[in-house]
Nanobody, 126 residues
Framework: QVQLVESGGDSVQAGGSLRLSCVAS????????MAWFRQAPGKEREAVAAIAPGGRVAYGASMKGRFTISQDNAKNTVYLQMISLKPEDTATYYC????????????????????WGQGTQVTVSS
């Protein structure tokens, strides 16, 4: 069992930056692929970024460039650095994890992930 706790969400002005954190317990990020998703009201949950235990990363459509995913194995923590935030980035951001499998690789599908955090709210005002 893996527990995920996100933090770092806040209300910021357009153009601002935030760094979200996701602390994992119960297992280590080095044995799981980790991902960030986001969901705005009335919209489907969409992938922001994912990272494999070896550090390989993948980004959702239109996410690359302003979002950077990273992890600190010693702290069992995954980060999402967000810059140049826009009002359309307003959403609840979720951390997710699934047991790593080299044959499965990284996934952008919410259904592929087993464990989820409770979410952290990011609000960007114009």
């Amino acid at each position: 069992q893996v527990q995920l706790v996100e933090s770092g969400g806040d209300s910021v002005q357009a153009g601002g930056s935030l760094r979200l954190s996701c602390v994992a317990s119960g297992s280590t990020v080095s044995s799981h692929s980790m991902a960030w998703f986001r969901q705005a009201p009335g919209k489907e949950r969409e992938a922001v970024a994912a990272i494999a235990p070896g550090g390989r990363v993948a980004y959702g459509a239109s996410m690359k460039g302003r979002f950077t995913i990273s992890q600190d194995n010693a702290k069992n923590t995954v980060y999402l650095q967000m810059i140049s935030l826009k009002p359309e980035d307003t959403a609840t951001y979720y951390c997710a994890a699934r047991r790593w499998s080299s044959s499965s690789g990284l996934s952008h599908l919410p259904s592929a992930y087993t464990y989820w955090g409770q979410g952290t709210q990011v609000t960007v005002s114009s």
